[in-house]
Nanobody, 122 residues
């Protein structure tokens, strides 16, 4: 099993920044990709960004490109999401997730964090 512990959510004004972090522990050989999902009220959950083990490949959805950045500290098995120039529409519950790249895009993550509220006031 893999445990994901998140931190960094909260309230920010439009145009401001937040940094989310997610530390993985447990049987880390079970995962080779980590990412952040979000779910806004009344909307489906969506993938925001992901990163493969070692940071060899990253993905950022079009809605956050140029504003959000995902990276990983391999020494601590922590993945970060730096969110800049935030917009009201970024308001959502953000969840850290992890899994295997072979299933990630077809079946989704295998492991989830608890989720954190991120609210952007306009």
């Amino acid at each position: 099993q893999v445990q994901l512990v998140e931190s960094g959510g909260g309230l920010v004004h439009a145009g401001g920044s937040l940094r989310l972090s997610c530390r993985a522990s447990g049987s880390l050989y079970l995962i080779n990709i980590k990412g952040w999902y979000r779910q806004a009220p009344g909307k489906q959950r969506e993938l925001v960004a992901d990163i493969t083990k070692g940071g060899t490949s990253t993905y950022h959805q079009d809605g956050v490109k140029g504003r959000f950045l995902i990276w990983e500290d391999q020494a601590t098995d922590t993945v970060y999401l730096q969110m800049n120039n935030m917009k009201h529409e970024d308001t959502a519950i953000y969840s850290c997730a992890a899994g295997l790249g072979s299933r990630w895009y077809r079946e989704g993550p295998d492991y989830w964090g608890e989720g954190m509220q991120v609210t952007v006031s306009s």
